[in-house]
C-alpha cells in the first residue's frame, strides 16, 4: 500500500506527534499465556493491510500510508493488575500514548494480568480504525487466542479514495467545481474563526457505568413501544440533563458518527476503516414538549438525513478538504462547537463469551479522548444484555465532578421514564 490518507483519517491523525488513540477493553476470567495472546496477534495482522503500514509526509507535510515488509509484530505490554478499575486509569494513560508512526505498527496490547482476571486493552490509533474496526479486531483477537488454528482471509486496501467513487461521479466536472469553491470558502470561513486563544489543557478523563440487564431490557422494550430508537433516547436524555446543569449555556445539540460501509461495497465489515461523516442534530428545546416526542423526532431527523446522503459524492468532495486541515484542526482545538456531546451508539456487540480456555466476563464500550476544545463523547454499547457507558472529556471544558452530576442526571431522567412503563403494566 501507498496511498494518502483520506480526508476521515487525517483529521484521526492530527499529526505524527498526537494521533488520535481508541481504547477497547475485554475482561477475561481464565488463564491464558502470552504465546496465545502474540499468536493471535500475528493472525489478525496478517489479515489486515493497515496493521502493516507505517505513515510518511510529503514534502508539503500530507500523510500517507505505506505498507512496511520488515514491519515489527504488535506489541503486548504487561502490568500487573490490582483492581476492577484498574483499567479506567490504564485507558486514560493509552489515550496519551504516542504511536511511533514511522516505524509501526499502530496498534498494541496492554494486558492488565492477575491470577485468574485479565483485562485486554487494544489500542488503535483512530486513523486505522473506527467503532466497527476495531469491534473485529476484539473479536478476531478472542477468536485466534482460542483457536489459533483459524484461518483468517487476508484482503487488499484500496489505493486510492478514487477506487470507492464511481467514475461518473470522478468524471462530473460540476462537482469538482462545487466541491473546489465549497473548500475554499470552507477555509477561509476557519481562517476567521479560528481563535488565536491558546486553551489551557487539562486532564482527560473517563467516566464508565452500566445498566443491569433487567433495566436494559426495559428500556429496550420501552423503546419499541414508543417507536424510537436507543440512541435518540440516550441523546434527549443526555441533553435534557446537559440543559438543567449549563442553563442557556448548553446547546441542545448532539453530534453522531455514521458508518458508510453499506454505501461502499469494496469496504467489507470485516475491513478496517476509519472515515464516518458526521451529523449534527438540535434536540426540541420547547418545554412543553413530551420527552418521546423529543426522541421521535430526533429518531426520523437522523434517519432522514441518512437516506439522503450521498456518500460517493461525499467522498469526492472532501478530498478537496486537505489544504483546509490544519485550519480545521487549530479551530477545533480552540471552539467549544455547537454540540453538548459526540454520541456513538455501537448496539449489541457480536462476540462469544465463552471460550474453550477462558471466558470473557465483559466488554467495556470502546473510548477515544480528542485533542478538541470540545472532546464530550459518550460511547454506548450492549453486551450480554447490559447496556455500557464510557463518558470522555476533559476538565478544562467540563469538570469531572460535573460530569458526575450530568451522567447521573442523565441515568435519573431514564429510569423516570422506564418507571411510567412499570406503572402502565
Not at 514491519?71 to 500487573?80: H, L
Not at 485533542?371 to 453486551?383: C, E, G, K
Request: hydrophobic share 40%.
Amino acid at each position: 500500500m501507498n496511498r494518502n490518507l483520506i480526508i476521515g483519517e487525517r483529521i484521526m491523525y492530527v499529526d505524527a506527534k498526537e494521533t488520535v488513540n481508541c481504547v477497547f477493553t475485554a475482561k477475561i476470567r481464565g488463564r491464558i499465556t502470552e504465546q496465545q495472546l502474540k499468536t493471535a496477534l500475528a493472525g489478525i495482522q496478517r489479515k489486515h493491510p493497515l496493521l502493516r503500514v507505517v505513515v510518511r509526509e510529503d514534502e508539503k507535510g500530507r500523510p500517507y500510508f505505506v505498507t512496511n515488509t520488515q514491519i515489527s509484530e504488535i506489541p503486548v505490554q504487561i502490568v500487573e493488575r490490582f483492581s476492577d478499575d484498574d483499567w479506567i486509569a490504564a485507558s486514560e494513560a493509552e489515550w496519551e500514548y504516542r504511536f511511533n508512526v514511522q516505524k509501526g505498527p499502530l496498534a498494541r496490547i496492554l494486558w492488565l494480568r492477575s491470577d485468574d482476571v485479565s483485562e485486554l486493552l487494544l489500542v488503535c490509533a483512530h486513523c486505522i480504525c473506527d467503532g466497527t474496526s476495531i469491534l473485529t479486531l476484539m473479536r478476531e483477537m478472542l477468536l485466534l487466542m482460542d483457536h489459533p488454528d483459524t484461518s483468517l482471509e487476508p484482503y487488499e486496501s484500496f489505493e486510492s479514495v478514487h477506487a470507492l467513487i464511481p467514475p461518473h461521479i470522478l468524471s462530473n466536472k460540476k462537482m469538482k467545481i462545487k466541491a473546489w469553491l465549497t473548500s475554499y470558502i470552507a477555509g477561509f470561513f476557519l481562517s476567521l474563526k479560528t481563535s488565536k486563544t491558546k486553551v489551557v489543557p487539562g486532564k482527560n478523563y473517563l467516566l464508565h457505568w452500566k445498566m443491569d440487564e433487567e433495566s436494559s431490557t426495559i428500556l429496550t422494550g420501552l423503546c419499541k413501544q414508543q417507536k424510537t430508537a436507543l440512541h435518540a433516547t440516550f441523546s434527549v436524555a443526555f441533553l435534557e440533563a446537559m440543559r438543567e446543569l449549563r442553563g442557556n449555556n448548553a446547546k441542545g445539540n448532539v453530534i453522531y458518527p455514521v458508518d458508510i460501509r453499506r454505501y461502499i461495497p469494496e469496504i467489507k465489515n470485516d475491513h478496517l476503516f476509519a472515515f464516518a461523516p458526521i451529523e449534527e442534530l438540535p434536540v426540541i428545546k420547547d418545554n412543553a414538549a413530551e420527552f418521546w416526542t423529543k426522541t421521535r423526532k430526533l429518531r426520523n431527523d437522523l434517519a432522514g438525513r441518512i437516506d439522503v446522503m450521498n456518500i460517493h459524492q461525499l467522498l469526492l468532495m472532501s478530498e478537496y478538504f486537505h489544504s483546509s486541515v490544519k485550519k480545521l484542526v487549530t479551530y477545533l482545538r480552540s471552539s467549544d462547537g455547537t454540540h453538548d456531546v459526540t454520541l456513538s451508539n455501537m448496539g449489541r456487540l457480536n462476540i462469544p463469551d465463552k471460550y474453550h480456555s477462558f471466558r470473557l466476563e465483559t466488554i467495556y464500550s470502546p473510548s477515544a479522548c480528542f485533542p478538541w476544545r470540545n472532546p464530550n463523547t459518550l460511547v454506548i454499547s450492549n453486551y450480554r444484555g447490559e447496556i455500557d457507558f464510557s463518558f470522555i472529556s476533559n476538565e478544562s471544558f467540563l469538570p469531572k465532578e460535573d460530569a458526575r452530576v450530568l451522567t447521573d442526571r442523565m441515568m435519573e431522567i431514564l429510569f423516570e421514564k422506564m418507571g411510567v412503563l412499570e406503572q402502565a403494566s
